[in-house]
T-cell receptor, first 111, second 113 residues
Framework: DQQVKQNSPSLSVQEGRISILNCDYT??????FLWYKKYPAEGPTFLIS?????DKNEDGRFTVFLNKSAKHLSLHIVPSQPGDSAVYFC??????????FGAGTTVTVRA | SQTIHQWPATLVQPVGSPLSLECTVE??????LYWYRQAAGRGLQLLFY??????ISSEVPQNLSASRPQDRQFILSSKKLLLSDSGFYLC????????????FGDGTRLSIL
C-alpha cells in the first residue's frame, strides 16, 4: 500500500523559473516530512524537512509547504538551476524511525 | 562531520551465490541504521533497520538478512541470491530521538545473472 504518492513522474521547467513538486499522503499518523534529491547512481541527498507543527519551512532556494488537512505537501525551488535536474523523493514518518517514500519526480531544468 | 561508506558500488553475482554488502558510518555514535532497496522506477523500500548493536528489525519477508556486529557497521547478506534480488541497495543512518533525517550512502547496484 503506497502511503506516500507523487503523482507527477516528471516535471520540466525553464532555468530561473519556479519548480513546484507535489506529494500526497494517506497516513494521518505521519508527523515528519522530508524531501530528498537523487542523481543517477548516487544515494539520495537530504534537502529539507518539516514537522507537522509547522506549515512552512524555508532553506535558501527551497521551501516546503505542508497542508495537514489536505494531507499534501509541496516543494518549491526558486529560482530553478540546471544543477537541480535530478529525481526528487518525498518521504514521511510517524515517529518510528521508518520512512515511507514516494516513487519520485524527475525534474529537468531547461537552459 | 558524519560520513557513510557503502561498498561495493556495483556487483554482479550468479543466481544461488551468497551476498555480503557492507556499510559503515563515521563521525557519530549509536546511529540508527537502515537498508533500503530501490527497484527500477519505484521509490525506496525499507528492508531492515537497527537501533543498536545486534538489534535488527525486518520490514518485509525476503531472501535477505541483516546484521550489526559493531555500533557503526551494518551488513546485508544472503545465503543464496535469487534473480528477484537484483536492484539498487542503499544504506542510511540517522540520529536518535525526535525528527531526524536519514542520510544515505551512494548505494550498490546488484545484478543477478
Amino acid at each position: 500500500d503506497q502511503q506516500v504518492k507523487q503523482n507527477s513522474p516528471s516535471l520540466s521547467v525553464q532555468e530561473g523559473r519556479i519548480s513546484i513538486l507535489n506529494c500526497d499522503y494517506t497516513n494521518s499518523m505521519f508527523d515528519y516530512f522530508l524531501w530528498y534529491k537523487k542523481y543517477p547512481a548516487e544515494g539520495p541527498t537530504f534537502l529539507i524537512s518539516i514537522s507537522s507543527i509547522k506549515d512552512k519551512n524555508e532553506d535558501g532556494r527551497f521551501t516546503v509547504f505542508l497542508n495537514k488537512s489536505a494531507k499534501h505537501l509541496s516543494l518549491h525551488i526558486v529560482p530553478s538551476q540546471p544543477g537541480d535536474s535530478a529525481v526528487y523523493f518525498c518521504a514521511a514518518s510517524s515517529n518510528d524511525y521508518k520512512l515511507s517514500f514516494g516513487a519520485g519526480t524527475t525534474v529537468t531544468v531547461r537552459a | 562531520s558524519q560520513t557513510i561508506h557503502q561498498w561495493p558500488a556495483t556487483l554482479v553475482q550468479p543466481v544461488g551465490s551468497p551476498l555480503s554488502l557492507e556499510c559503515t558510518v563515521e563521525g557519530t555514535s549509536n546511529p540508527n541504521l537502515y537498508w533500503y532497496r530501490q527497484a527500477a522506477g519505484r521509490g525506496l523500500q525499507l528492508l531492515f533497520y537497527s537501533v543498536g548493536i545486534g538489534q535488527i528489525s525486518s520490514e518485509v519477508p525476503q531472501n535477505l538478512s541483516a546484521s550489526r556486529p559493531q555500533d557503526r557497521q551494518f551488513i546485508l547478506s544472503s545465503k543464496k541470491l535469487l534473480l528477484s534480488d537484483s536492484g539498487f541497495y542503499l544504506c542510511a543512518w540517522s540520529g536518535t530521538g525526535g525528527d531526524q533525517p536519514q542520510h544515505f550512502g551512494d548505494g550498490t547496484r546488484l545484478s543477478i545473472l
